[in-house]
């Protein structure tokens, strides 16, 4: 009897028979997609979305309403690449296939490098440019409103990495000198570290944005880049996963049977179905969190600028809405368009081959650079002929097209 109901596939399938898992009664459904595909695709989209910014420029000076159909089309991808790449990056710290020692140090250099080459390039190059016009004073307070004009600005994404790899490490890592027996909770606990850096660069954020307080450009490249809600996903599931692991273990299982079970096609199954759920969930939070910030916003400008109908209608909304976009929230919204994708996503599958997972972004960033040189040469082409057609009469135009390119070179030729 007990052996019959080992070999039922629908019982094997049950989160609560996960222990009872073999070879024998697994799930036949395997996922296709791996992180490797997530990336291409996201590099692709990213190629499609860059050609619908040219459609449209290219139909705004043509009037073509095709190009702008085309446009809104191929621009509607720009928000499917970061999920994509996320949820990518997300399953490789999860498996970890060759430890966590080696992710941490390539996400650490990778962090602090970016650290050092924007330490360079601000406060010696941007501000000797500024120096150099003689606003040395304020060359400081100028590059802050030219390049943060919310208080600041986010781009080292190996900071939500590094977050994410230790979380996993202090949530999943045994350690085998140090920290055994109950003392493996201290070492557990340190998973709080990552999150309460994930929630107080969400605050600098927040107030820098509203104003609150100003954050001096050398705290930039230590701030988090990824929605906050997507944090948030990565630390359920990693919960999500461990949880799966004690349960388990009460069963009378050991960590290699769990190890095993990893590689199941029931588990594969169960974390793709999980992670839909909590993209729905988050989204529908964030959602909720993205209006409530909205609207204190705007009833915090409201309340200063007075009950005065003359001033409130200075108030602006968009402003407010981009604001609150670029801290992050209503940004997880976008995962749920990949959600047909998570189906048939296995995020346990690896590869040995190393050198082709270096090589699509170095694809992709061609890829988009061309379309991005291309598109420009094109639009920039359409920009000069109509600038001439504008400018230039029937009886004087070779003349003055001439002195119009006389210009246009001589001024290239100076600069």
Known sequence: MEEQTLTKP??????????????????????????????????????????????????????????????????????????????????????????????????????????????????????????????????????????????????????????????????????????????IYIFRLFAIIPILYEVASILLKTFASNGMMFLP??????????????????????????????????????????????????????????????????????IIAFTAMVVSKYNLTAEYLGHNPDLQQYIDVNAIINETLSIGFGKTVPMLLIIPLIFFYDYRKTYDNIIVDLAIPVIGIVFVGIAFVEGSFQISRLEIIKMIQEQTSEGNKTNEVSALLGNMFGSFIRF
């Open 10 to 183: 629908k019982r094997a399938w049950r989160r609560k028979d996960i222990h009872q898992v073999t070879p024998e009664n697994d799930s036949l459904f395997r996922g296709p997609l791996s992180y490797r595909h997530f990336r291409i695709i996201g590099w692709a989209l990213l190629v499609i979305s860059q050609i619908g910014m040219i459609l449209g420029a290219y139909s705004q000076l043509t009037n073509n309403n095709a190009a702008g159909v085309a446009s809104t089309v191929f621009t509607f991808f720009s928000a499917l690449p970061a999920p994509l790449f996320l949820i990518a990056a997300f399953s490789q710290i999860l498996v970890a296939k060759d430890g966590y020692r080696r992710l941490i140090i390539v996400y650490v250099a990778g962090a602090v490098g970016i650290f050092l080459l924007f330490v360079v390039v601000y406060f010696h190059y941007l501000l000797g440019y500024i120096g150099a016009f003689g606003v040395q004073g304020n060359a400081l307070e100028l590059l802050i409103q030219l390049f943060s004009k919310n208080g600041y600005f986010c781009f080292n994404i190996f900071i939500d990495l590094i977050l994410c790899a230790f979380l996993t490490l202090f949530i999943n890592y045994r350690p085998t000198k140090h920290f055994q027996g109950k003392k």
């Open 217 to 286: 450009p050398i705290v930039y490249p230590l701030l988090t880049t990824k929605p906050p809600f997507a944090f948030f996903i990565f630390v359920i599931i990693a919960f999500f996963m461990k949880r799966r692991e004690i349960f388990f273990i009460k069963k009378g299982k050991t960590y290699e049977d769990y190890a095993r079970f990893t590689e199941s096609n029931v588990n594969r199954s169960h974390f793709a179905n999980f992670l839909i759920i909590m993209i729905v969930i988050a989204s529908i939070i964030d």
